[in-house]
Structure formats: structure tokens, C-alpha cells
């Protein structure tokens, strides 16, 4: 059980970040105390606010959109920790540096597995004109600030950063004003109109993106074109000059975790079947063949080798 102050922490947190942007439920991820911080500042009808927070998962539910609340595009960039977003069937993995753009008329899901801080910029929908369903078809859609213009980007989030570092003063006045808007102006630049051009920057996003999901059973490269807001077309162009297609790569990373905890003795009680089934893989009906294929042993040839 938390303690009443635990609870009156996670409360207030909730409360305020509500009141901030839109209704909101927040979980934490840990049990006991719940540090967290919350600085906000206005430019105008634009919200700028830093966050630094314990473990937590923050959701949006269709129960808690009202008529009556603010719709807000909330451009967010991760500066520590490690986190995920969720929205219209997209999801995206965040790491520092990342910006990430949903809206608050719809249901979004955040999970921060770690300790994080994060700046997130609210904007209007009535500021953003025409850019309103471009940015909505990206939402969950994660944006390296790593290198060209998207660097620039990054670097105003870290300005914003630092301005709400220490008080809330920051932003205000005309040089506040002016900041924001050319932070707004840049954003729309590289969130809806970017376009990722093929290469070996994007293929690796594409590659630790699968990493992390060769659990799921829904792990198509369908489904990663949808994470990534491109098409399936566009995957396959990206890994044209690469040994393997996409869906012949994740099939093999998958046979490679499945070879491996067959041949772990801790796992010997497991069925080859819960053995797949844990890396996404449902139907064991060809495993063997499959494992034979790849590695020139069946399933219960590997636990034989093994041991």
C-alpha cells in the first residue's frame, strides 16, 4: 500500500499536469516515493512546460475528452530517460534527443520506464491552420534532433529547457514571444513536412524499433511502416541493399532468441511451442523446419546439442 503523502504526490502531479493541458490519468511504475516537478510558462496562447518525473505511465482515455477541453497539438522532447508514445495505432520509442508530436482530442498512451525529463510545447490546433491533419497523421512518430535542421530544433527545446530549469520567468516578455513563435514556425517546418530520406540513420532507427518488439505478434512490416508514418513501398526501399528484406530479418532475429533459449538449461522445463510463442512467433506448427532451415538443427536437436 502507498502511503497517504504518496498518494497526495501522484494526486497533486495529476492535477496539475490536467490543468496544464488537457485531463490525464497518471500511474506510477514503482512503488514508494513519487518525486516529481512540474514547470510551466506562456508565450502568448502557447504553453511551454518542463518535466521531471519518477516512472510512470500517463494515458489519455476517451472517458476523460471532454467537449469543453483545450485541443492542443503537444510537440515533446525527451532530454533523459527512455520513453514510449501511443497514438492511432502508432507507437514510438523515444530515447534523449527524440521530439514526438500527439494531440489531445484523441486517446494517447505515455510510458516512462525510467526516471525522465522531458519540455513539451502546447500549441493551439487554431495556431497551426492547415499543418492540423499533417502533424495528426504523424503523431507517435519519434524525430531525431541529431543532425541537420532538426538539430536547430533540438537545440531551442534544450533553450526552453534551460529557461524553466530554475524558475518560471523564462519565457516571459517580447524575447519569450519571439522564441516561441520561431520554435512553433520550425516545428511545423520539420514535423509536417519532413520526409526521411533512405539510409542508414533511418534503416537503424527501423532495426532497434523491431528489436524491442519481437515479442509481439503483431510485429509486421506493415506495422512498422504505420510506427514510422511511411509506407510499406518506402520500407522496402530503404532495405533494398541490405542482405535481407525487413520481414526476412525480423523472422531470423526471432529465430535466433528462439535457437538460443532452447539450447538455455533454465528454460528446459519450457515447450519449444511457449519458447516461440515468448518472440511472436504463435503457430509452432513449422518451427522445426523453419530452425532446420536456418541453423541445421531442429528444435530438439538444439536441446540435444545442448545438453
Not at 534523449?96 to 482530442?105: E, I, M, R
Not at 528446459?268 to 536456418?294: F, N, P, Y
Request: charged share 25%; hydrophobic share 40%; proline share 5%.
Amino acid at each position: 500500500m502507498m502511503s497517504v503523502d504518496v498518494d497526495e504526490q501522484i494526486g497533486e502531479f495529476e492535477a496539475s499536469a490536467s490543468t496544464v493541458f488537457a485531463p490525464l490519468r497518471i500511474r506510477p511504475l514503482r512503488s514508494g516515493p513519487f518525486p516529481n516537478s512540474l514547470r510551466a510558462a506562456s508565450a502568448g496562447d502557447v504553453a511551454v512546460t518542463r518535466i521531471r518525473c519518477a516512472p510512470c505511465q500517463v494515458r489519455r482515455t476517451p472517458r476523460l475528452i471532454g467537449s469543453g477541453d483545450r485541443e492542443l497539438v503537444k510537440v515533446t522532447m525527451l532530454t533523459a530517460g527512455r520513453g514510449e508514445v501511443e497514438q492511432d495505432g502508432r507507437r514510438c520509442v523515444l530515447t534523449p534527443g527524440d521530439l514526438v508530436n500527439y494531440d489531445t482530442d484523441r486517446p494517447y498512451r505515455l510510458h516512462f520506464p525510467e526516471s525522465y525529463d522531458i519540455t513539451v510545447v502546447a500549441v493551439p490546433k487554431s495556431l497551426l491552420g492547415g499543418h492540423v491533419d499533417t502533424l495528426a497523421s504523424r503523431s507517435a512518430v519519434a524525430v531525431p534532433t541529431s543532425q541537420g535542421v532538426q538539430r536547430v530544433v533540438g537545440g531551442f527545446f534544450r533553450t526552453m529547457t534551460d529557461a524553466l530549469g530554475d524558475d518560471t520567468g523564462g519565457l516571459s516578455g517580447d524575447v519569450g514571444r519571439h522564441l516561441t513563435d520561431a520554435l512553433v514556425s520550425m516545428v511545423l517546418t520539420e514535423l509536417a513536412e519532413l520526409r526521411p530520406e533512405p539510409g542508414e540513420d533511418f534503416a537503424d532507427r527501423v532495426r532497434a524499433h523491431c528489436l524491442t518488439r519481437l515479442d509481439d505478434p503483431g510485429l509486421t512490416v506493415e506495422s512498422v511502416a504505420r510506427a514510422h508514418g511511411v509506407s510499406v513501398r518506402y520500407l522496402h526501399k530503404v532495405f533494398a541493399g541490405s542482405p535481407l528484406t525487413l520481414s526476412a530479418w525480423i523472422r531470423r532475429q526471432r529465430l535466433e532468441r528462439i535457437r538460443r533459449d532452447l539450447a538455455d538449461p533454465v528454460l528446459a522445463d519450457r515447450t519449444a511451442a511457449a519458447i516461440a510463442a515468448r518472440w511472436g512467433v504463435l503457430d509452432g506448427t513449422h518451427l522445426s523446419r523453419a530452425l532446420k532451415a536456418e541453423f541445421g538443427m531442429t528444435a530438439a536437436e538444439i536441446r540435444r546439442t545442448a545438453r
